[in-house]
Nanobody, 118 residues
Framework: QVQLVESGGGLVQPGGSLRLSCAAS????????MSWYRQAPGKERELVAV????????NYADSVKGRFTISRDNAKNTVYLQMNSLKPEDTAVYSC???????????WGQGTQVTVSS
């Protein structure tokens, strides 16, 4: 059974930092490109960041460039999202996604709430 389990969310003040983790099990982790998405209340889900299978390439939404960093540890089957200089508009449920075009499989985690507020 495949599971993606996010952790690390919470309440943080503007300007603060959080690191999200997504631990994967039940799949061959290094065959999956990993992504972080977020969805704020009343808004559509937004792609935040993506990292390739080896971690050699990353891409970010313009709204988070220079503030967020995605990384992965294939030995630990985990992908991370380091979020710095957080803003109230970063408030959302953050979810990770694993996608393998070769295996034609996509999996989602359940999400973790991030709230940026003073």
């Amino acid at each position: 059974q495949v599971q993606l389990v996010e952790s690390g969310g919470g309440l943080v003040q503007p300007g603060g930092s959080l690191r999200l983790s997504c631990a994967a099990s039940g799949l061959i982790f290094d065959m999956y490109a990993m992504s972080w998405y977020r969805q704020a209340p009343g808004k559509e889900r937004e792609l935040v960041a993506v990292i390739t299978t080896s971690g050699g390439s990353t891409n970010y939404a313009d709204s988070v460039k220079g503030r967020f960093t995605i990384s992965r540890d294939n030995a630990k089957n985990t992908v991370y999202l380091q979020m710095n200089s957080l803003k109230p508009e970063d408030t959302a449920v953050y979810s990770c996604k694993g996608r393998s075009d070769y295996l034609r499989r996509t999996y989602w985690g359940q999400g973790t709430q991030v709230t940026v507020s003073s």
